[in-house]
T-cell receptor
Framework: DAGVIQSPRHEVTEMGQEVTLRCKPI?????LFWYRQTMMRGLELLIY????????DSGMPEDRFSAKMPNASFSTLKIQPSEPRDSAVYFC???????????FGSGTRLTVV | EDQVTQSPEALRLQEGESSSLNCSYT??????LFWYRQDPGKGPEFLFT???AGEEKEKERLKATLTKKESFLHITAPKPEDSATYLC???????????FGKGTRLSVIA
C-alpha cells in the first residue's frame, strides 16, 4: 500500500489567497483526521471524519477553514483567505477505525507570506 | 481536558548512552497511550500502544512503560539512527481522537 498520500508537499502563497490541501487515505480506512503542527503548539487536531461524515470540527481555528470528504478516497482542507499565522505543517492521517492507531501522511508545509 | 506533557524538550546523547523520555498525562479514562517517532520532513510513525498500568512494549533498542500518570520511553545503547522527535499521545474513554504532546527531540551523536 502506498500509505496516506498528501499533496502538495510544499505550498507558498500570498496572504489573502485560497489554499487547498489534499489527502488520499489508505484504502479501507474508515476514519480520517486533519492535524496541524507548529513548534509552539505541537500537533493539534483540526477535524475528523468517520465514514466520510465530519464528526468534530471544533479544532478548526476559524470560518476561514473548511474541510470536505466527498468520498472514501479523498479529502480536502481549504483555507480562504489565508493569513501568515496559518503557516504550519498540515498532516492528514487515516485509521481503520477511530479507536485504532493512525497512519500519517508526509504532510504539507504551508507558508503564507 | 486531556493533556500530555513531554520532557525533556530536547535531549542530546552520545552513542551508547542510555536514557529515558518522559510523557506525563491527564486524561478522563485512558483508552490507550501511543508513542510515535517523527523524522524531519515526515509524518509521525507509529511505535507502540500501551493500555494499562504496568504494561511494557519493546522494539529493538526502545522500551515503553506505563504507570497511572506517566509513560517512559527507554532507549538502550542508542545509535545515531535513533535521532528523531518522539511523540506521545493519549486516547480517552470517550474514544475521541488522539491528543499529542509536543515531543522530545532526540539527537544521538556518534
Amino acid at each position: 500500500d502506498a500509505g496516506v498520500i498528501q499533496s502538495p508537499r510544499h505550498e507558498v502563497t500570498e496572504m489573502g489567497q485560497e489554499v487547498t490541501l489534499r489527502c488520499k487515505p489508505i484504502s479501507g480506512h474508515n476514519s480520517l483526521f486533519w492535524y496541524r503542527q507548529t513548534m509552539m503548539r505541537g500537533l493539534e487536531l483540526l477535524i475528523y471524519f468517520n465514514n466520510n461524515v465530519p464528526i468534530d470540527d471544533s479544532g478548526m481555528p476559524e470560518d476561514r477553514f473548511s474541510a470536505k470528504m466527498p468520498n472514501a478516497s479523498f479529502s480536502t482542507l481549504k483555507i480562504q483567505p489565508s493569513e501568515p499565522r496559518d503557516s504550519a505543517v498540515y498532516f492528514c492521517a487515516s485509521s481503520l477505525r477511530k479507536d485504532y492507531g493512525y497512519t500519517f501522511g508526509s504532510g504539507t508545509r504551508l507558508t503564507v507570506v | 481536558e486531556d493533556q500530555v506533557t513531554q520532557s525533556p524538550e530536547a535531549l542530546r546523547l552520545q552513542e551508547g548512552e542510555s536514557s529515558s523520555l518522559n510523557c506525563s498525562y491527564t486524561v478522563s479514562g485512558l483508552r490507550g497511550l501511543f508513542w510515535y517517532r517523527q523524522d524531519p520532513g515526515k509524518g509521525p510513525e507509529f511505535l507502540f500502544t500501551l493500555y494499562s498500568a504496568g504494561e511494557e512494549k519493546e522494539k529493538e533498542r526502545l522500551k515503553a512503560t506505563l504507570t497511572k500518570k506517566e509513560s517512559f520511553l527507554h532507549i538502550t545503547a542508542p545509535k545515531p539512527e535513533d535521532s528523531a522527535t518522539y511523540l506521545c499521545a493519549v486516547r480517552n474513554s470517550g474514544n475521541t481522537p488522539l491528543v499529542f504532546g509536543k515531543g522530545t527531540r532526540l539527537s544521538v551523536i556518534a
